[in-house]
């Protein structure tokens, strides 16, 4: 065997680990950008319904406190299964969601996206108010996955008649680039093209998540 050969045999391990540690950087910056993505609309929806939400789930097998980000990661996205995976050891539990807002706070459970879109089905002629007093969770959980019940039940195929946000644009207009068009007009129930317009009059750019990565990094 030459010389050459070896030391190429040799280096292999080691440039295959390096690819592995890239791998986990890349996968650790996609999930910081993930983290503050969510974190952000969070302050939107503090920001225009003056009311904040926090997902919460502690493992009862190993005590380990979940993050938002794990508990969306965790659920199964089965109508039925309203539990999400511990992280750590893989233990099932069932997030709550904690709001706070001007009449108090609620919590009431948490559930997933598909779950949330499988029980709104049959309640478009409701109207917000009404929706919210009887099936809590429901509600809540509508707004932390799609931003309101008007993108939720778009997601079903039904228009919904109904409003529940209301002077909103001095509200929004921080978080104009660095949010997606798309979760800023979901979460105040405007069409994307509005949005679009208006930081287009304002001349700030559209939002990307490389700026959002260098703002993390940045802050660390």
Not at 53 to 76: A, D
């Amino acid at each position: 065997m030459s010389a050459g050969m070896g030391m190429s045999l040799t280096l292999r391990p080691v440039q295959r680990q390096e690819q592995r540690q890239e791998q986990r950087l890349t996968q650790a910056q996609r999930l910081a950008v993930e983290q503050k993505l969510f974190q952000t609309r969070m302050q939107l929806i503090l920001a225009v319904r003056d009311e904040d939400y926090k997902p919460r789930g502690t493992c009862p097998t190993c005590s380990y406190e979940l993050s938002p980000i794990e508990i969306l990661r965790g659920f199964n996205r089965d109508p039925r299964d309203f539990t999400t995976a511990c992280p750590i050891c893989g233990t099932r539990i069932r997030p709550q969601l904690i709001c706070v807002g001007q009449s108090g706070r609620v919590e009431v459970l948490f559930y997933c996206s598909v779950q949330t879109l499988d029980q709104l089905s049959g309640k478009e002629d409701l109207q917000p108010e009404q929706i919210s007093r009887r099936y809590q969770a429901i509600y809540r959980s509508a707004i932390v996955h799609f931003g309101g019940l008007k993108p939720a039940f778009k997601k079903i195929g039904i228009e919904y008649p109904f409003e529940d946000i209301h002077d909103w644009k001095s509200k929004a207009s921080p978080f104009l680039g660095h949010l997606p068009d798309t979760i800023i007009a979901d979460c105040v129930g405007v069409p994307v093209s509005k949005i679009r317009a208006i930081r287009r009059e304002h001349d700030i750019p559209r939002y990307i998540k490389a700026r959002t990565l260098d703002e993390i990094k940045d802050a660390e």
